[in-house]
């Protein structure tokens, strides 16, 4: 009989907490040791509803033996736990955003190279069909050569320590470009360069304090531009939580995706009111299960921590762009994705007989 994969859950102060331990209690040979939490109530109360235990340390769960870690806390606690964690179980997943700021995301990533703990981020977005669609038509040239992405991440306020900047680093722009940077740097292996933003407080949710709404303007290293459109904009009412809309123009065409587009409407007098009903795909599902099977094959992860930073830079350039009213800068590593990218791109212009001055 096979060993059972044991997971330890670290806080559930992020919603995705409760989905992330589902999904782990539906996958076979897999089972949750433990929850710790920095709120014995909170981590009481779901050590009950998963059927599993409540430690009152985290030195206390790790004494499991966990083979892996999932980290749900508020944003700016990741680092002390991925600290605390490393080295004592093979591997970490982390929630978005990685960190609040770019020093704790490399402290993260150093904590865990010099362990051997394998990191992962948490960008369920990744498993999305739709938009693994469009990541397969993209990698087969089906749109050519592409010029721009639409983007939009709206989703409704979540209240609670989302809005204290001390503990989630920001507001709506933090919470929601990270998710679709990383999309977007996944589809073409490239950087943002530069971003302009707008930002603004309270456009949604009047005396909020903290930003609802943010427009951002970017450039990728391949040179395609980019807008992303993000708030909490949405009612209570609304189908999902939110929406992640991508729409990217090519030579050869135009494709718009929705990531949360799998719902039906069931209008019934028993309900009263038309209400939506999910059906198909689980994101945190495929994110759970390719964390699961990163552990069981001994695999590298399929996002990784990197990832996590370089979406968090955008993040925190957009909200340097709204202060300073100009646009920033980025620096990045070319990669090999791009070299060849600019090799194709040379060629083509030399068939058509382009010149250079």
Sequence with gaps: MTTPIRLGFFSFAHMHAVSYARSAQNLSGVEIAGIYDDNPARGEEWAEKLQTRFFASVDALLAEGLDGAIICAENVKHRPLVEECAGKVGAILCEKPIATTIADAQAIIDACAASRTKLQ??????????????????????????????????????????????????????????????????????????????????????????????????????????TLDTSWSRPVSYPTWGDVKIEVLGEKGLVRVDALRQQVAVSSNAVGKTQWTDWGSDMDAGLVADFVGMIREDREPSITGYDGLKALEVALAAYESARTGKTVKLQYRVSGVECRRVRRWFFKCVRRGNRWL
């Design 121 to 226: 981020t948490a960008f369920p977005v990744r498993f999305s069909p739709p938009i693994r669609n469009l990541k397969d038509q993209l990698d087969a040239g089906s749109l050519g050569e592409i010029y721009s992405a639409k983007c939009t991440n709206h989703g409704f306020l979540p209240g609670r320590w989302f809005i204290d900047k001390h503990l989630a680093g920001g507001g709506a722009v933090i919470d929601h470009t990270v998710h679709v940077i990383d999309v977007l740097r996944w589809f073409w292996g490239a950087e943002v360069t530069e971003v302009y933003a707008e930002i603004g407080e309270g456009l949604f949710n009047p005396g909020l304090g903290i930003d609802d709404a943010g427009l951002l303007s970017f450039q990728l290293s391949n040179g395609i531009y980019g």
